[in-house]
């Protein structure tokens, strides 16, 4: 089978013609002797390669490419099986581009389709769309500092459950903005399997009353800038009389405003719910309760369900942004959503990050807050320390494939 991989880099230091050149006369005898066909573009600082061939060969070529000390910032863009080679021709040619020439570069003997995706993408890293990398300078001025002592609150008398915290910190603002509350059996099972022990309308009382646990114990936590996301599947939401009084309840009984408690709901059961669901909400935002659309992403509903509801905030999925940093379409799907947040006047929380390319990634992207491991893991019957100083980056961070 033959696979077709397209990926982008940034030169480790200035190439001369002359060094451009030894990257080609590098490579063209293992492509000549290995059928591998392609082209490499470079702009002055940054590379965009094409690679074609037998489907082994070019995945053991790409780990050799990623080695080699001359580019770093290494984003995989696409990486798939097509029926025909768009380089055939060519066991390899390098085209330097002129600054200058804007979007016309592309040299005329080039026969590409004008709707082919190579032809989309080699013209969105000519018109300099994906340029994005921060400078060692940029890096070593790089700030930000997240911190938070250690917090336990008591476990809640008599209960099969309990509750673990999980900060939400916004780096750009140097605090924590809420917490989100996890269930949390005492055998230790996933929440998910804990919920789904239940059946239809039980499931759902299960689910409403251990709020009351939530709310009892993150009122514990929280400063009054401070709010609270607890989790509620759709159908809790529908099925309950009057969930914007029993929330309310919950809230006055542990001196929390209305304001501080965010209601999460996941994209893929909305649906179900339907109009019930949209009339739900609209009660509690009439009341200040606010809702925030979790897991955004991952489900199915997608782009189509922020037409019909704008949620008050948008939780971009942890399947987004594992491995950013190196991921062509992830940065793509990450700019989109982003820049729909940013034109709706949404807050994007991101979920699940883990590393600190991924952090310095999504925060150069323009992420302002985020939830994950790197910064606090969810911790029971309470808050998790938490230290996050970032005083400039240097070198010995792995920056090196921030794309
Ligand atoms: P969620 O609402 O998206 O919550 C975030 C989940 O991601 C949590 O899993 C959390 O522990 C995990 N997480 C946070 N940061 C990271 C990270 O950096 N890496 C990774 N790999 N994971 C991270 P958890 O606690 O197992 O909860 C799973 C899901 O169960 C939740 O996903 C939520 O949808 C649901 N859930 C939790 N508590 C409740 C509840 O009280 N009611 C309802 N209906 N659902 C709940
Ligand atoms: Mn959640
Ligand atoms: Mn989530």
Redesign the pocket.
Known sequence: MIRQLVYRSRASAQMSQVDLDKVTSDSLPFNLNNDVTGILLFDGEYFFQVLEGESNLIAGLYEHIQKDPRHGNIVKITDNAIHQRDFGDWALRTIKLDQKSGAYWLPSDLSLHRDSRIFGLLNGFASGKWRMCLSNKDLKALRASVVQDEISVAAYAQSDIQ??F?PIVDTHKGAIVSY?????SNDGR???DV?DSFHGSEKYQF?LN??AI?VAQGAQILRPDQALA????PG?ITHCPDITNYLLGLASDNNLKPQQLIL?V?ESEIIEEGALFFDAIENLRSREIRVAL??FGAGYAGLSLLADFLPDKI?L??RITTNIHENGPRQAIFEAVYEFANSMGIPLIV????TMDEWLWLQHAGAQRF????FA??KLNGVEKLNFVVNGINKAVNVRRFG
């Open positions: 509750f673990a999980q989100e509350a996890l269930l949390r996933f929440p998910e919920l689910d251990s709020k939530a607890i989790n509620l599947c809790a999460e996941t979790d897991d939780k999925d942890r979920e699940g990050v883990e939830q994950g491991y790197l893991r969810p």
